[in-house]
């Protein structure tokens, strides 16, 4: 078997060929999401499986007249439920947008969300540029809010920050604006030693576990961003996302969703598929585990292992 730094090394140059990770979508210049590239895994990438070529793998699917959630936007940075409310809600580069039905209303100010996390009821952070219409800095820094997107107030590194990538983990939030940063009080910030530059940073709810998506592989934190580790047996994944307790779900640049119940050390196959993928969101364990994925022009859900379905 080759050493490890010999197959990420495999998987940099895999990644060059085949598909580019975009670790940070451009900002209003960005162009637009890399389609998943046809289901034919070539032979030893970490992350494909036999899914590829089987006809039983479960693809997303429609009913004809249905009515379903579209995206608000082309280019989505963030999606979720609140679970105070049950709402999802999807970060754009026109702001925030919160689903009534499938109906999306955009709530609060004109602001460029590049990060978006969901902290706890109605309790959001985000990052990014700000609309002409307000007077928070360029870029954002750290913004918070507290009633569900409706405003948003600067904590720190206003004029500094633009929050690429960003979650929570327990009482900690998690950034990579060019350097991953660690805040426990949104003010006063811990640099962080990630050897590599992450697609997404996603934490745990109940822990100081955070997990990076990067082009070399999968990375771990144990202590909120501070430290990291390679997770050499994992997938090759594109993002990944916590649920409840050490649940997770991870999406390869084929679209393949893997499993893991011990917060991202063993990985398992599922036989659920969702191309175009621009943003994760899980929630709940088990058998009420829920995935949903903005995905093309769509939003998909997946509860319990079924086949994604586009939300409604």
Not at 7 to 19: F, Q, S, Y
Not at 115 to 129: D, E, L
Not at 222 to 249: C, I, K, N, Y
């Amino acid at each position: 078997m080759l050493p490890a730094h010999a197959r990420r090394a495999g998987r940099v140059r895999l990644a060059v060929a085949l598909v580019t990770l975009g670790m940070a979508v451009g900002c209003s210049t960005a162009p637009e999401p890399t389609p998943a590239p046809a289901p034919s895994a070539p032979s030893g990438v970490e992350g494909a499986s036999p899914e590829h070529e089987s006809s039983t793998a479960h693809q997303p699917s429609s009913s004809a007249g249905a009515d379903v959630a579209k995206l608000p936007a082309a280019h989505v940075h963030g999606v979720a439920r609140d679970p105070g409310s049950g709402n999802v809600v999807v970060a754009t580069h026109e702001g925030l947008y919160v689903y009534e039905g499938t109906k999306p209303n955009r709530v609060g100010p004109v602001i460029d969300l590049m990060g978006f996390t969901v902290a706890g009821p109605g309790h959001y952070y985000a990052s990014g540029h700000p609309g002409t219409a307000t007077d928070l800095p360029q870029p954002v820094g750290l913004i918070e809010s507290r009633d569900a997107g409706k405003t948003w107030a600067v904590l720190s590194r206003g004029g500094q920050s633009d929050f690429h990538a960003l979650t929570t983990a327990g009482s900690s939030v998690v950034g990579f604006d060019g350097e991953v940063r660690a805040t426990t009080d949104g003010r006063t910030w811990v640099d962080g030693a990630l050897d590599g530059e992450p697609r997404t940073l996603t934490g745990s709810r109940d822990s100081s576990t955070v997990l990076a998506t990067t082009k070399e592989g999968l990375m771990r934190s144990t202590d909120s961003g501070v430290s990291w580790r390679w997770e050499d047996q994992a997938p090759w994944l594109l993002m990944a996302a916590f649920g409840d307790g050490d649940s997770v779900v991870g999406l390869t640049p084929y679209g393949e969703v893997y499993t893991s119940s011990d917060a991202g050390k063993q990985w398992h196959a599922t036989n659920l598929v969702t191309p175009d993928a621009q943003a994760l969101h899980v929630s709940g364990s088990g058998k009420d585990l829920e995935i949903l994925v903005a995905s093309g022009r769509s939003l998909l859900a997946s509860t319990g292992g079924r086949p994604f379905e586009p939300l409604r």
